[in-house]
Nanobody, 115 residues
Framework: QVQLVESGGGSVQAGGSLRVSCAASGRIFGINTMAWYRQAPGKQRELVARITSGGSTNYVDSVKGRFTISSDNVKNTVYLQMNSLKPGDTGVYYC?????????WGQGTQVTVSS
């Protein structure tokens, strides 16, 4: 099993920045991708950014140039730095680990951006 714990969410005004973190523990060997998803009220969960074990990154178009995903393999932690935040970025942000074709999820952390 893989356990994921997110932290760092909060409330910020539009234009501000936040960094959310995801600490992985348990049977983390073999995780090939870590990702951040978000879910806004009344909407489906969507992929925001992901990073592979090789360091390749992908972003949804709406956050390109504003968000940066990174990983610290020593701390087994993945970060999502969010700059120039917009009200449309509001939602619960979930960390996801992919291992052997299975997805593991954290409990989520709320990010609220006010105009």
């Amino acid at each position: 099993q893989v356990q994921l714990v997110e932290s760092g969410g909060g409330s910020v005004q539009a234009g501000g920045s936040l960094r959310v973190s995801c600490a992985a523990s348990g049977r983390i060997f073999g995780i090939n991708t870590m990702a951040w998803y978000r879910q806004a009220p009344g909407k489906q969960r969507e992929l925001v950014a992901r990073i592979t074990s090789g360091g390749s990154t992908n972003y949804v178009d709406s956050v390109k140039g504003r968000f940066t995903i990174s990983s610290d393999n020593v701390k087994n932690t993945v970060y999502l730095q969010m700059n120039s935040l917009k009200p449309g970025d509001t939602g619960v942000y979930y960390c996801c680990a992919v291992k052997d074709g299975r997805r593991y999820w954290g409990q989520g952390t709320q990010v609220t951006v006010s105009s």
